[in-house]
């Protein structure tokens, strides 16, 4: 029996997938719909002080990439605008109905011990089983001191943690904010303030793009725009790194995280947990497609697991961290080239014109007979991976090991032995 | 129009390749791989860049897309629909490799060019005016291709034409379900439009001695393509209700049915693209039953397979190896004598006492076109054996140095795509010779920039 229930930082939810602080968790109504569906848990839409904000019209743009539609997304959207007392009453609903889903009430309020200790003893009351503390929204909120603004200053990231966890009751979470230079910083911060987990990463600072015809940026509100937070499938290679570095840095290693970016699949979960995420939060491809994408995302996710042999998730969470390592530390006699399977191609001489162009001018195409499938010039082959990147079709282009005999050898110890036979490695690996 | 015939084109001779619709195309776009050197540009006679016309689509340059096609093919809009891409382009595309469906690379075509067309563009602008004057006899494909690189090179040019309309086979001759005739006007509305004189009912030869031609002008191209249906040779030929091919299509693409009269049988003699034709567009003004019958067998027939798909989608019936020894009948056609034949020691035989009458009211012949004569005779041009006009591969030059050729006239009858390429390389080879300093025209010979250096792409076969 496949056990797909997560704890992650004592917040307990019968599966890891979480709805994330954003539209579809902005009412009680729609997260007993999630729930009613099989998500498990919802991280309610951020509560702020009373009077609530005002949103504009025209919040969200996206970018479709090769044809898909929605690969990255933008919103300006602030914080709940609904009053503080309707969502509160509506989270103690959700929570007396759905006892076993994770509820999480997500909080914004400015940077005042007061404030915050005000808004937490009122969440208190609903009985939800963990607060995230928003440092992450960048646009709108942040230009008021709050959001990313707290978010990409470590001390106040620190400072605020305290405040928080000087009332809760509950797990408290710190939603990161992906508009720093260094994720480890507020990271360090969240955890030196007492946090119980972080969530990572909240939306990136964008600009959707301009409009051709009209010379305005896009999504504009009557012409005029402002940045917005950028997430959905583009974002999810940089969510997965910010991930790991927290996974893997030893001030924060083993504090739980709750991954966020990019997420549309199981497999793509599966990723984010591999690198450390204990639970993950949806929110775009939720926007796609509605709550209904949670069946899928549980029966990917079961199906995996049992393929694997793994019965809990713990079994594999952070399994592949251990394997992400400073450059300096990679295997510089590692060896691999490519090898083109000429029963498989189709002769699109993509590869071809790759390689040759603008990578390492190593496959040619013996054009007698009027051939066009190009081969691999082996000897030359650096192991770069184009060809096989470009290649439409699955599994024609190979990256093989070579047995390079010789012993591994990282940047590191070899600048310790003061690069020694400096001439003989190089031309090992670049002939 | 009476309101019976208007029926029968409103349902009977709907497309059936319609166009994309915007997103259609945006999908169908997304899927071409871009594929470096591509094949279906070496398959298409006249070299347009396809892989980049289509990423153009991708990119939504509609309009960039359409001058692509339009640079490398003045015929570009036609050919969209009446391209046998199944053989050329779309049989290319490397899909096929994968056992997948191609590139619906002519509809996305048509999506570029129809989207030029409706907004009213024209891509190119004439050259400078340079002086010289060029002759083109014939507004057909060939010719009006001729006719849109001279003119933009800054050439003076007179386009004769024998019909009172523009556009030969193009017009006249491509079945209305798979093109309107309104969109070849409509095209070489366009591409009249960059200058070039037309001179409608004006047949060279007849009207004006083709001797003027040559002391009147710097040089000449022929794009007269074919002459009339080959003849049966049996008796009863001149019956009523015996057409040749061409005029019947003909009228079937003018919407004017009543000189046809009504056919309950008609039997359309041959297997060529011509007579599947003949047979779909005879099932589809309302005959009951259209025999094709061929001299041969099926695996002898010229016609493309997905051509004869469609005569069969049609109900069309076939007869292979049956030969037409009498069309029966006093004043009209009343039934049609055919003999079995088969091949004996490599020649077609007839079948002794195989013969038998099939009843039918009309027959049609589409067997082939004759070739113009007259006309190579004035100008003294040397043909080839079986009458084509005699050209230099490359330049398209007759054995008149002034005298350039195309199209049919040359090939013996190819698509309307080769006389497109043909009147494109005519007229570059005309711009050298009238001016052999002048900076080279791009496009006139294939050239792709490949890594081992530029190349050129084989010429396409000239048998």
Known sequence: MIDLSTDCAGIKSPNPFWLASAPPTNSGEQVMRAFEYGWGGAVWKTLGQDPPVINTTSRYGAIDIGGQKMAGFNNIELITDRPLEDNLREIYEVKKRFPKHAVIASLMVPCERSAWHEIIDRAMDTGCDGIELNFGCPHGMSERGMGSAVGQVPDYVRMVTEFAKERSKVPVLVKLTPNVADIRFPARAAREGGADGVSLINTINSIMGVDLNTLAPKFSVGGKVAHGGYCGPAVKPIALNMVSQIATDPPTRGLPISGIGGISTWADAVEFMLLGATSVQLCTAVMHYGFRIIEELNAGLSDWMEGKGFSKTSEFIGRAAVNVVDWKKLNLHHKTVASIDHSKCIGCDLCYVACNDTAHQCIAIDRRKGNRKPHVIEADCVGCNLCALVCPVDACITMNNVKTGHKPLSWEEYTASGMKGHKEVYKRMHG | ?463
Request: charged share 25%; hydrophobic share 40%; proline share 5%.
């Open chain 2, 1 to 463: 129009m009476d309101s019976a015939t208007a029926k029968i084109y409103r349902e009977n001779f709907k497309e059936i390749s319609p166009a994309l619709t915007p997103e259609e195309a945006r999908i169908e776009a997304h899927r071409c791989l871009y594929c470096y050197d591509a094949p279906c540009v070496t398959a298409c006679p006249t070299k347009i860049d396809i892989p980049r016309f289509i990423k153009q689509i991708s990119s939504s340059n509609i309009l960039g897309s359409a001058k692509t096609i339009l640079e490398a093919n003045a015929l570009g809009h036609s050919c969209a629909r009446a391209c046998p891409v199944e053989v050329l382009c779309e049989g290319a595309c490397v899909y096929h490799q994968w056992q997948e469906r191609p590139i619906d690379i002519a509809k996305l075509q048509r999506h570029a060019t129809q989207t030029l067309q409706d907004n009213g563009i024209q891509p190119f602008k004439p050259g400078p005016d340079n002086g010289f004057k060029v002759a083109v006899i014939g507004a057909g494909p060939a010719g009006a291709a001729c006719a849109t690189y001279l003119r933009r090179l800054g050439y003076r040019v007179t386009l004769f034409e024998k019909n009172k309309l523009p556009g030969g086979l193009n017009t006249f001759g491509i079945a209305e379900y798979k093109m309107q005739q309104k969109v070849s006007l409509e095209e070489l509305e366009r591409i009249f439009a960059l200058g070039a004189e037309l001179k409608l009912g004006v047949e060279v030869g007849k009207d004006i001695p083709a001797e003027d031609l040559l002391s009147g002008f710097d040089a000449v191209f022929i794009g007269i393509g074919l002459a009339g249906t080959h003849k049966l040779g049996v008796p009863g030929e001149d019956l009523a209700g015996v057409w040749d091919a061409l005029s019947f299509i003909r009228h079937v693409k003018d919407r004017n049915l009543k000189p046809l009269g009504r056919s309950r049988t008609t039997v359309v003699v041959g297997a060529g693209n011509t007579a599947i034709d003949a047979s779909t567009q005879s099932k589809r003004i309302g005959t009951e039953r259209v025999v094709m019958a061929y001299r041969r067998g099926r695996a002898d027939m010229s016609a493309y397979g997905f051509e004869l798909e469609l005569a069969q989608t049609d109900g069309v019936e076939f007869l292979w190896n049956v030969k037409v020894a009498t069309i029966l009948g006093t004043r009209k056609v009343e039934g049609i004598r055919l003999v079995g034949t088969k091949i004996s020691q490599g020649k077609l035989v007839e079948i002794p006492r195989s013969g038998w009458n099939l009843p039918c009211d009309r027959v049609i012949k589409a067997i082939g076109q004759t070739k113009h004569y007259s006309l190579s005779k004035a100008l003294g041009l040397k043909l080839a054996s079986d009458g084509r006009i005699q050209v230099a591969p490359k330049t398209l030059q007759t054995s008149h140095p002034k005298v350039f050729a195309g199209g049919d006239a040359i090939n013996g009858g190819k698509e309307v795509v080769h006389a497109a390429a043909d009147g494109k390389r005519a007229a570059h080879a005309i711009h050298r010779r009238l001016q052999p300093d002048a900076e080279l025209p791009p496009g006139d010979e294939y050239w792709v920039s490949t890594i081992e250096g530029r190349r050129v792409a084989p010429l396409q076969d000239r048998a």
